[in-house]
Structure formats: structure tokens, C-alpha cells
């Protein structure tokens, strides 16, 4: 197990370091619409911080706590309208997206088709992500730096279908 835990650990600060000298970061936010209330990972968890250890422009006002915040559809829209990548979207396709909310599109990522979740592959991530954090750091580099990076296959996040 130690040795496990130390090539994970190994593997995720070799990530990090490789995202961290990269140029482009991009903008990015996560999470849905549940009721009427909107979220995403606070800036003090650990979903905030895998998205800014990959490079990731990600900053929610000025909530620093861990686990979820709550916002308000218009405070993300406010926020959030112009960022390039939306993550954690619970369906795999736009249609399925916008029927749950229309106002969903109005988000340039919606437009631009940045959109990714991990629906296809949902009980695999929930069981094995706290275990194989660099797995979600690397799709997470691979998405918003493509390009930038060495392409190497994703492990649990995919583009949603149009």
C-alpha cells in the first residue's frame, strides 16, 4: 500500500510541476443546477484544488471552505459565462443538458462544446477517484491543455456528445 500511495504521490507532483510551467490557463468551472441552487467544489477542496493543480483558472468568489458551495444560477452565470471548460456535468450529451435547464446555454462553453463529465464511467470514478487522484489530474491536463501536453488517453471524463 505504501508504495502504491508513493508512485501515486510521485506520478501527481510530476503532473502538477508540468502543468504548473505551462502558459495557457484556462478558465474553468464545475457542477450543475440541483433545485435552484447551483454546486461546485469550494476553493479549499480537493475538486478545487485538482482543477488549478492542472492549470486550471478556477476561482469561486470568495467561498474558501472545503466540500460544495451553493450559488445561485445568475452568481455562476455572473462568474462564469466566459470560461472555457465547464467540468463535472452529470449527463453525456447537450440535449440532455439543456433540456434540464435552457439557460444552460447561454454559457460560452456550452456554445464552444467544452463541456466534460464522467457520466459514462460515474460508479468507476466515485469508487476509484480518491484512490487515483493523478488519474483525474491527468484527463483534467489533457483537456485543457491539449495540444500543449503529450496526448495520452483519458481515464474518466469525456467531451459530451452534441
Do not use: C
Not at 36 to 43: E, G, I
Not at 79 to 84: I, P, T, Y
Not at 97 to 111: G, M, S, T
Request: charged share 20%; aromatic share 16%.
Amino acid at each position: 500500500a505504501n508504495a502504491y500511495f508513493n508512485e501515486v504521490v510521485s506520478q501527481y507532483t510530476e503532473m502538477k510541476q508540468e502543468a504548473k510551467n505551462l502558459p495557457n490557463k484556462p478558465s474553468v468551472f464545475s457542477g450543475m443546477m440541483y433545485a435552484d441552487t447551483w454546486y461546485m467544489p469550494a476553493n479549499g477542496s480537493f475538486g478545487a484544488k485538482l482543477l488549478r493543480d492542472a492549470g486550471g483558472d478556477y476561482n469561486v468568489a470568495d467561498k474558501n471552505k472545503t466540500g460544495s458551495a451553493a450559488f445561485s444560477f445568475e452568481d455562476v452565470l455572473k462568474n462564469h459565462q466566459h470560461s472555457q471548460f465547464w467540468f463535472n456535468v452529470e449527463f453525456p450529451t447537450k440535449k440532455q443538458v439543456i433540456q434540464l435547464n435552457a439557460k444552460y446555454r447561454y454559457f460560452d462553453a456550452y456554445k464552444n462544446n467544452n463541456i466534460y463529465t464522467y457520466a459514462s464511467k460515474m460508479n468507476e470514478f466515485w469508487e476509484n477517484s480518491a484512490a487515483e487522484p493523478h488519474f483525474v489530474l491527468s484527463d483534467y491536463i489533457q483537456i485543457m491543455h491539449a495540444g500543449e501536453v503529450e496526448k495520452k488517453p483519458l481515464h474518466y471524463y469525456q467531451r459530451i456528445e452534441e
